[in-house]
């Protein structure tokens, strides 16, 4: 890997003003991310010894694995959606952001919320919904929060001096307003006013392919498509493509949903809606295809891309997308989905989008940016690599170890010594965001340091 973790480019005035809140949300994504990674040891652990740590009721295997997926997903995830979007979109649109102490509000309500329902959740007060297993009254808080933390990027779009637009500042608008909308729905007709049963379980599905999809996915598609240019110095290949991409991704994308639920108690004919719109994803998933690895196709792209310690990890997360979207593509229909609907293959499926995509090229847009909100380097090149070679094959390894023994051929043969490896995994997961921690805190700590020593910089 080259030595470009050393590069330190000049703050611009987008840098400066988003520079506190950003700052913020990538100290909280790094505190939940290892929370998250601690728990997740932890309920490998249980899994393969269920004895360990049997004791106690609040360290039951169920409560551990809401709260681990809870702290992933709405604590790592969210908090580094919120300061990659904040900061790409005020780059984009040139925009200086003066009034940092609403997001900063945004940051505490959402992080103070998150913190209450996860404890709650702690003391066994949980729903029986997927991303929904917080108590319905820390909900508000959060819609609130979201409010605050995440429409900025709106405001930096309407202010933008120019009228140009940019793909990623697409994918963000769109990601801004999915998660509102999704969230507050569900809210409303899942725990609030409960609907029949049946539709419970269908506007469910729909909220998590929503989330999944439209809000986590999308914001890792702009970055993608932000830092492949920005590092590259390459135009994206087809840019005409982009916005057929875009359109076709939105539209289809949440009405995936009934194809999670085949073989429910529910109409044959929004089954196959389901599928059909599942199907049609192939659309742009190949013009992101030819949009990413195009773009790097020429001259060498890819050994520069394996030489630039932002694109390495955003690399590695354009092939986890294009393997995750063959996957959910191809076992979307009805004979596949039938044969792995209730192994770990599905779980090995999330584990490429969510680790192998969007956390990879979180993790990249986190070396590109944090240099330029804290004016620091970054400390040490071998917590770099480190950090890179244990999340890909702990990450990596565990996706494809799930996907392998989650198909009921190989099922059978392999479930003696099925949890020692994914302890393993998990643990080289813990190793490289240890690694990562302590070279960011480093950073985050001495920018901190240095605003105190010297309050007009």
């Known amino acids: 890997m080259s030595q470009d973790y050393h590069r330190q480019a000049p703050s611009s005035p987008s840098d400066t003003g988003s520079a506190l809140p950003v700052r913020l949300f990538f100290a909280s994504a790094l505190g939940w991310l290892m929370i998250s990674s601690v728990l997740g040891l932890i309920v490998s652990l249980k899994l393969q010894t269920p004895t360990f740590m049997a004791g106690c009721e609040w360290f039951t295997y169920g409560r551990l694995e809401v709260l681990q997926r809870n702290a992933f997903t ?48 702690f003391l066994g007060h949980l729903n029986g919904y997927v991303l929904l297993e917080m108590p319905k009254e820390v909900a508000p808080a959060l819609f609130i929060s979201f409010l605050f933390a995440a429409l900025w990027p709106s405001v930096a779009f309407i202010r ?118 599942a199907l049609m994803m192939l659309v742009p998933a190949i013009i992101l295809g030819i949009n990413f690895f195009g773009t790097l196709s020429y001259s060498r792209g890819f050994a520069y891309a394996w030489n630039n310690t932002t694109l390495r990890f955003v690399l590695v997360g354009m092939v986890s997308f294009a393997v995750s979207s063959a996957l959910n593509i191809v076992f979307s229909t009805r004979s596949l989905n039938a044969v792995v609907r209730f192994t770990d293959f599905t779980v090995g499926q999330q584990q490429l989008v969510n680790y192998g995509f969007v956390s990879m090229v979180f993790f990249g847009a986190a070396y590109y940016i944090l240099p330029r909100v804290t004016g620091s380097f970054w400390p040490s090149a071998k917590l770099v690599h480190l950090h890179f070679w244990s999340c890909v094959i702990g990450g990596l390894g565990l996706a494809l170890h799930l996907l392998i023994c989650g198909y009921p051929t190989v099922n059978s043969g392999v479930m003696s010594y099925y949890y020692i490896p994914v302890i393993f995994f998990v643990l080289l997961q813990l190793v490289g965001h240890l690694a990562f921690a302590i070279n960011s805190c480093v950073m985050l700590f001495a920018s901190a340091r240095n605003t105190n020593d010297n309050p007009h910089a």
């Open 74 to 121: 709405y604590g790592w995830i969210a908090n580094a959606i919120f300061g990659v979007n904040l900061w790409i979109m005020s780059a984009l649109a040139r925009f200086e952001f003066k009034d940092s102490w609403l997001a900063v509000g945004g940051w505490l309500g959402w992080n103070l919320a998150l913190t209450l329902g996860l404890g709650a959740i």
């Open 160 to 277: 933008r001096p120019t009228g140009h637009v940019f793909v990623s500042q697409w994918y963000i608008i769109g990601a801004s307003f999915v998660f509102p909308v999704a969230f507050g729905i569900t809210q409303l007709l899942v725990l609030w006013y409960p609907t029949s049963g049946v539709l419970q379980a269908l506007i469910h599905s729909w909220f998590i392919q929503n989330i999944q999809l439209l809000w986590i996915g999308a914001s890792a598609i702009s970055a993608t498509y932000y830092f492949i240019s920005k590092e590259s110095g390459r135009t994206i290949s087809a840019y005409y493509l982009a916005t057929v991409g875009f359109w076709t991704y939105f539209l289809f994308a949440g009405w995936t949903a009934p194809a999670s639920l085949l073989g429910g108690p529910i109409p044959v004919w929004i089954q196959s809606v389901g599928v059909t719109t």
